[in-house]
């Protein structure tokens, strides 16, 4: 029997998954959660990466004590964010987490000397503040000139286990440093950051094997013998990569959990003006494959109201009230800036909707429906864009990770984009992460098989869409919200 484990962290909780193949069936055992968040210090907001590394050896202990002597093990997190290491290997200062707001008004300064035209004709990647391109740039010069390698975070984590400094692709690619010609990184970016290609270490493809945890390590703690294999480290490429085939229809994904990354997987990328346009990226995936998506600002709008609220309700709760409560009563253009790390994103949404004359949500249903409607209302401005860019019409939206679970959320998806929504597995991005492995170790043949192996292993839950009356009023509203949120500026 062959053990594998995803060690899967997103920026709101972690886990260790063992998934298991028998009888071309795949079963998951989730050995260890953890919660994750960035905590704000003097202004500067930061990872708390010790804590994450010590969460992946207490999960591994907790699966050697379950009976598990032998395994291999991938690690995929959150993109952009990097680590800086000195020349002796040792970390050099804090993790700065992608909302530290250091990244304010860089993307103009940027513009100054680069345009975004070249820089997405180069890259193929959107345009976000928090791009590690923009982040080094913010960074203090003297501490990046002092760093002999920048690693990102699950980079650092696999260096932590085994010593071996890597830059995986699919996540690098998220730093828009990379030159999609050349698939390498670009030389105008890097001599703009005033960095050097030697500051990071070699490309490197999900499958390839990285070695085994080191002995210190092995002898501090009580931990199986793993063979570590890089993992597509980006969680949204193994989201990604987790999502079954959809019986022959044409289709997209959500993948659905602090972020929505609504998109399709392409075999080419499209960096064309019109997709810079609408700001689509082209993120490296697995297996020669593109990610091309775009990010919507996703259920970090309910963790914060949950988080304000004390954490009275849980996030099924959440959606229940929201479920009872008005609906389409107050709407927010949820990809605006104003939401990405706002002081306090109650008052944020309040002051949004009482800003363009809506009712002011109060209760934590009102708010929550007011972000669940706006949820649904931009994947369907979006899927539209989608269809428009890809010239490929969309019959089926597949959803997956945490977002899979809200029902609610699901069936207005449905109901808005008129389209069939399935939804599941919940847990795609450790299944993605798991799929790379049990096709290193050759349980499994390629990403197709591993597909086809997933969908019949995972409950995928069918959201038929119910008719909406006003939808078209709705459509109008939306546009309309979307429109005087430019004006405003
Ligand atoms: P990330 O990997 O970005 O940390 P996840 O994929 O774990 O995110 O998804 C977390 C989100 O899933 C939560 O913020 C919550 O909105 C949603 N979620 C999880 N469980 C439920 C549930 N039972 N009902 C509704 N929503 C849920
Ligand atoms: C989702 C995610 C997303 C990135 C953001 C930084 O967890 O990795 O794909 O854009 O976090």
Redesign the pocket.
């Known amino acids: 029997m062959n053990y594998h484990i995803a060690v899967d962290i997103?920026?709101s909780s972690g886990r260790l998954v063992l998934g298991t193949l028998a009888d071309g069936s795949l079963s998951l055992e989730e050995i260890h959660r953890f919660g994750n968040g960035f905590t704000e210090r003097d202004g500067s907001c930061y990872w708390d990466i010790d804590y994450l590394f010590g969460e992946i050896l207490l999960g591994l202990q907790k699966a050697k004590a379950a009976g598990i002597t032998k395994c291999t093990l991938g690690i995929d997190?959150?993109?952009?964010?990097y680590v800086l290491l000195d020349a002796e290997g040792n970390r050099m200062q804090e993790v700065y987490a992608?909302r530290d707001r250091r990244t304010d008004g860089v993307v103009e300064e940027v513009a100054k000397l680069i345009s975004p035209e070249t820089v997405y004709a180069k890259t193929g990647i959107q345009q976000?503040t928090?791009n590690t391109l923009y982040q080094l740039y913010a960074h203090s010069r003297e501490e990046l000139a002092a760093a002999d390698q920048i690693l990102l975070v699950p980079d650092y984590l696999y260096y932590r286990l085994c010593g071996r400094k890597i830059i995986e692709v699919t996540n690098a690619s998220?730093t828009q440093l990379l030159n999609l010609d050349e698939r390498e990184f670009d030389a105008d970016l890097l001599a703009l950051l005033h960095l050097k290609r030697e500051q990071f270490a070699a490309l490197t493809e999900p499958g390839e094997v990285l070695g085994t945890i080191s002995d210190t390590l092995m002898e501090q703690y009580d931990l199986p013998e793993c063979e570590l294999i890089c993992a597509a480290t980006?969680?949204?490429a193994s989201?990604v990569l987790g999502v079954p085939v959809p019986n022959g229809r044409s289709s997209a994904y959500i993948?659905s959990?602090?972020?929505s990354?609504l998109g399709v997987e392409l075999e080419r990328p499209i960096n064309t003006p019109a997709a810079k346009e609408a700001n689509y990226t082209n993120?490296w995936g697995a297996y020669g494959t593109y990610r091309f998506?775009k990010?919507i600002m996703g259920l970090w709008l309910i963790q914060e109201v949950r988080r304000l609220d004390g954490e009275r309700y849980s996030f099924g709760e959440l959606a229940e009230l929201a479920g009872a409560a008005e609906g389409f009563r107050s709407l927010i253009p949820c990809n605006d800036p104003r939401f990405l790390n706002p002081d306090n994103m109650i008052e944020e949404i309040r002051q949004a909707c009482a800003g363009s004359g809506q009712p002011v949500p109060q209760t934590p249903g009102e708010l929550a429906r007011c972000i669940f409607d706006s949820l649904a209302l931009s994947y369907r401005s979006y899927l539209e864009e989608l269809e428009q860019l890809t010239g490929r019409p969309v019959e089926v939206l597949q959803i997956v990770g945490g977002g899979a679970n809200n029902i609610l959320l699901c069936q207005l998806t449905a109901d808005i984009i008129g389209r069939e929504v399935l939804a599941g597995p919940v847990e795609s991005t450790a299944l993605g992460n798991l799929a790379v492995q049990m096709i290193q170790t050759g349980s499994v043949a390629d990403i197709h098989e591993a597909r086809g192996i997933i969908g019949q292993s995972f409950e995928i839950k069918s959201y038929t869409p119910r008719p909406l009356p006003e939808l078209d009023e709705l459509l109008v509203r939306w546009e309309k919200l979307h429109a005087d949120a430019v004006k405003g500026g």
Do not use: I, K, M, R
């Open positions: 997103g920026a997190t959150w993109a952009v964010d992608y976000l928090f998220t980006h969680d949204t989201a993948s959990g602090t972020w990354l993120e998506l990010n």
